[in-house]
């Protein structure tokens, strides 16, 4: 573990450890701390200050190593990390003087709590965070959790210290429960809120080392919660014991303190999200797929599976209350009968790269690429356009995948990476001749090949809440020295897209440009160098970009196909002017072709559509295109 997050989690554990502290012997019936109590507080801040301290101290050592710099703790300054350590430190100080010198016991209850919210403002979740929604989030869950955990600590010392012929520590714990409750439910939605940001699937959860972790984590929170409930019928005047009740609470206590030691570890563990997925079955969950793939097996399956549900559901009823162990012997062996049946029918075959994302971006230079290689080492099998009618397939009567049909995008990236590398039937292997990258961009042409045939779908309407074709992405140059992809735009705001592939439909490109003040989306027109020269003159809100050899054009033209003009035959490849809505997320939602009704919308109503969709909440961004 990083020497900086044990330093974090150390000064985090005894700040709650003070502050529960503080809280247990200022309620009823202590007005004032005991002495002994009132020490070991003071103790507890100063250690959480040279924890704070030599956080400041080790985090300038190694900002000195990589800026070359002089030791000094003012290079923490220069960060957002080191100004919240520096302002813990500041609060911790606070917190030790009115409580040694100025006796304010309320006032170093609240500077206290402020430097325990500092520690969710320096989280790798909270830096991580792409909006104020997720710091926010993510602060809460971290100062409700040492909330819970300085709660625990203050009636576990309560418990300890108080007379057992009294038992004062019931009336604390009927006051801390008044709150830990609701607290708690917070606690876990937040949590839930978050994992969904750092873990993404539910492969990650299962095969990385983050989700692992995670996964323990949260049963240490299960058996916590446990112990809470018992403390909670406890206090309703069950049978338990006092000394049983003291037992649970020092449980709680324990896992409390192991559940800070983990989320200490995930500090210093890759997000799931961001890690390379190794799956380590040989199957995976998708009963869509599973059902697209074979709808009749798999409604039989599922019959047979509800059928021995019930059966052992009736069982169970008739003789639940004269033969209850048989009864229940027969509904568990039921429900062990259904979910055989029932998991093979709704799973499919996985690969250890099922979940692997591709490394080559789903770009005009990628999907060229793949092109290339497809025709060198596939069209003789899968044919010219991906019907699997190649000739050497014809000359040796196989049957080749159709590459243009739907269920090449039911299978994700590392399922194609895998079959291209390892052969799948007569298929052989190409990990020998094509290498990493070069296998990603075949894939890439594959999918942009299937999704553009899907792409007969598209409108000039868009459907609402339901983004599915990504765009394909290209960098381009604003002027002599800097360049810009499409893609910058995702999360800013929608890219209006027009190519013009003959040159008298430029007068669509200029009554577009005659009236741009407030369009809520950039609009970039790709077109030949030489049209573009003089199409405007002066300062211009679109972005003109040139397409000399027409690469641009060609990996777009993959989206032209309509139901109208299917051309399945790739026939028609250079449409003379097509207009794509882009939504700030990267996917495409609408399409106007030129020789179709409607060509074009006016200004006026490309802005209502653009305002629309403008209301949409997050989408998943279209950066990473895979079906899970």
């Not at 529960?20 to 007005?31: E, K, R, V």
């Not at 006032?107 to 790798?124: K, Q, R």
Request: charged share 15%; with cysteine.
């Amino acid at each position: 573990m990083d020497p900086i997050i044990a330093l974090r989690g150390a000064q985090t554990a005894l700040m709650a450890f003070a502050f529960g502290l503080l809280w247990t012997t200022s309620t009823p019936p202590f007005n004032t701390p005991k002495l002994s109590a009132h020490r070991l507080v003071a103790w507890l801040i100063s250690s959480a200050l040279c924890c704070a301290l030599l956080r400041l101290g080790y985090t300038a050592w190694t900002l000195q190593d990589l800026s070359n710099e002089p030791f000094s703790l003012g290079l923490m300054v220069q960060t957002h990390v080191g100004q919240i350590v520096l302002a813990q430190v500041v609060c911790l100080l606070l917190a030790l003087t009115s409580l040694m010198w100025l006796r304010n016991h309320k006032l170093s209850v609240c500077v206290l709590l402020l430097a325990m919210l500092g520690s969710a403002l320096t989280g790798h979740v909270a830096a991580a965070a792409e909006s104020w929604v997720q710091l926010l989030v993510s602060s809460l869950h971290v100062l409700l959790a040492q909330l819970w955990l300085s709660g625990v600590i203050g009636l576990w010392w309560r418990a300890k210290t108080s007379d057992a012929a009294t038992n004062t520590w019931r009336l604390t714990l009927a006051h801390f429960s008044t709150w830990a409750l609701p607290g708690m439910l917070l606690i876990l939605a937040s949590g839930v809120s978050l994992a969904n940001d750092t873990v993404a699937s539910w492969a990650g959860l299962v095969a990385t080392p983050y989700g692992l972790q995670l996964v323990l984590k949260l049963m240490m929170v299960a058996g916590a919660l446990v112990c809470a409930w018992q403390l909670r019928t406890w206090l309703r005047g069950s049978q338990t014991s006092d000394a049983q009740a003291r037992t649970w609470l020092t449980s709680e206590l324990g896992l409390a303190l192991a559940v800070l030691l983990m989320a200490s570890w995930l500090a210093s563990t890759i997000p799931a999200a961001h890690d390379t997925i190794v799956w380590p079955f040989s199957f995976r969950w998708a009963p869509v797929l599973a059902w697209q793939q074979d709808p009749t097996g798999t409604v039989q399956q599922l019959a047979w599976g509800a059928a021995a549900g019930v059966v052992g559901l009736m069982l169970w009823l008739l003789g639940r209350h004269t033969f209850r162990l048989l009864a229940r012997v027969a509904l568990c062996t039921g429900v062990l009968a259904a979910l055989v049946v029932t998991l093979p029918a709704t799973s499919i075959t996985a690969y250890p790269t099922t979940y692997m994302h591709s490394s080559a971006r789903l770009d005009v230079v990628s999907v060229t690429a793949g092109h290339a290689l497809y025709e060198q080492h596939c069209q003789s099998c899968h044919g010219l356009h991906g019907h699997g009618d190649g000739p050497l397939a014809i000359l040796n009567q196989m049957k080749p995948a159709n590459l243009t049909e739907p269920h090449v995008n039911w299978h994700t990236h590392g399922d194609m990476f895998w079959w291209l590398s390892h052969g799948k039937g007569l298929m052989p292997g190409f990990a020998d001749v094509l290498t990493v990258d070069e296998r990603w961009h075949l894939i890439n042409w594959l999918v942009a090949q299937s999704l553009g045939h899907e792409a007969r779908s598209l409108t000039n309407t868009p459907a609402p809440f339901n983004p599915w074709l990504p765009s394909i992405d290209f960098r381009f140059q604003m002027d002599t020295t800097n360049f810009m992809s499409l893609s910058e735009w995702r999360g800013l705001h929608a890219v209006h897209l027009v190519f013009v592939n003959q040159k008298n439909e430029l007068q669509r490109v200029r009554d577009l440009l005659q009236d741009m003040k407030g369009f809520p989306a950039q609009l970039v027109i790709v077109s030949r160098p030489e049209w573009l020269k003089d199409l405007v003159k002066g300062p211009c809100e679109a972005i003109l970009v040139g397409d000399s050899e027409g690469v641009i054009a060609q990996a777009w033209s993959n989206y032209r196909r309509s139901f109208a003009a299917p051309d399945l035959f790739n026939e028609e490849t250079r449409v003379p002017r097509m207009e794509f809505l882009i939504d700030r997320y990267g996917f495409v939602r609408a399409r106007w072709r030129s020789d179709e009704s409607p060509s074009a919308l006016s200004i006026n109503e490309l802005k209502q559509i653009y305002d629309t969709l403008s209301l949409e909440g997050k989408i998943k961004s279209a950066a990473i295109h895979q079906h899970d």
